[in-house]
């Protein structure tokens, strides 16, 4: 007598047989893999692998198969061929290069959660007895002193007013260096206070000088310091004593001048880095001043614009002055 099965295999794709345990398997490991990956971009180590209970036998077949894709040393991506995410590529970094790296300058500051900023490499530091290996795209800074990683929720990685500073020490211009502390502060990734102590306890770096005028105006104890740069600069250039902190009526009520030629009809306002988002506006200030220029002429100046290229700023002063009927010294104009 001829029996029937108790379940019809083909009616469930096999999964019943043999081969179906062993498919099955397979997905409920990459199931179980990808939702591990998730706080990590999607990429785990080998060793996290094998914590998960997935052989290095089943990874080779994985990897084999395109499912799964090795983008490092010791990075595995379930996601794709390429780490899809700068959460992946900073776990990545910190992984291969081992020697107890941590992100640092701004590869941190974007772990922080800075925006509006892109970088084409991942910056990592690591103590300067550590062994740690090269990594395609990742500069790695050693340090001899290193200080506090922040381990715990996310990749390790520098204190945002660490970063902020070393992000500065680093950057490949100037500009560059006062653009990434101004949206630091801008954004609330830094916190301005504590960024002035941890600068106050750097004894040497590079870009000391401009720094050393930067940080404080960039940590905003810093309007005042501001006026008086813009003073000096005006006294080298033979202008006439402006009256300061003018109070005027408006629309809106009384508000201060900071800087006031009143006899030449022209108003300065010294505005710190709080006024702006980015250095890009640097440039359309001075856009707007050369149109301003003219009658009554106010005048922005960015402070952090005294510390990095102040003439272009100091020559429509200057105009505007001459326009209001000074006839002092001559300046170059550029």
Do not use: K
Request: charged share 25%.
């Amino acid at each position: 007598m001829t029996t029937q099965p108790d379940h019809d295999d083909a009616a469930d794709g096999g999964l019943h047989t043999p081969r179906g345990h062993r498919r099955q398997r397979g997905l409920d490991r990459r199931a179980r893999v990808r939702s591990a990956a998730n706080a990590t971009g999607g990429v785990l180590t080998l060793t996290h692998l094998r914590e998960l209970g997935v052989s290095y036998d089943e990874t080779r077949a994985e990897v084999d198969a395109a499912r799964w894709h090795r983008v490092g040393r010791r990075t595995i991506s379930v996601v794709g061929p390429l780490p899809a995410s700068d959460v992946a590529l900073g776990w990545r970094a910190v992984w291969d290069v081992g020697g107890d790296a941590c992100l640092d300058g701004v590869s941190s500051l974007l772990a922080w959660g800075l925006t509006r900023w892109s970088t084409d490499r991942v910056h990592v530091s690591v103590p300067r007895t550590a062994r740690y290996h090269r990594v395609d795209g990742v500069t790695v800074h050693v340090l001899r002193r290193r200080g506090r990683v922040v381990v715990g929720s996310g990749v390790p990685r520098t204190p945002p007013e660490v970063a902020a500073l070393r992000a500065a020490m680093w950057a490949r211009t100037d500009r560059e260096a006062a653009t990434v502390l101004a949206i630091g502060v801008q954004q609330r990734i830094v916190h301005p206070a504590r960024m002035l102590a941890a600068w106050s306890a750097i004894a040497r770096c590079p870009r000391q000088p401009l720094l050393s005028r930067l940080v404080p105006l960039v940590a905003d104890g810093a309007q005042a310091l501001s006026e008086l740069d813009f003073a000096e600069l005006g006294r080298a250039r033979g202008w006439p004593e402006p009256d300061r902190q003018v109070v005027v009526t408006t629309p809106r009520g009384r508000r201060y001048l900071d800087v006031r030629f009143t006899r030449y009809s022209t108003i300065c306002e010294v505005n710190g880095v709080q006024h702006y988002e980015g250095m890009a506006t640097m440039d359309d200030a001075l856009r707007r001043n050369a149109h301003a220029i003219g009658g009554d002429t106010a005048l922005e100046i960015p402070a952090v614009a005294l510390v990095l290229d102040p003439d272009p700023l100091l020559d429509q002063v200057e105009q505007a002055l001459r326009r209001g009927g000074w006839q002092g010294p001559t300046h170059v104009l550029r």
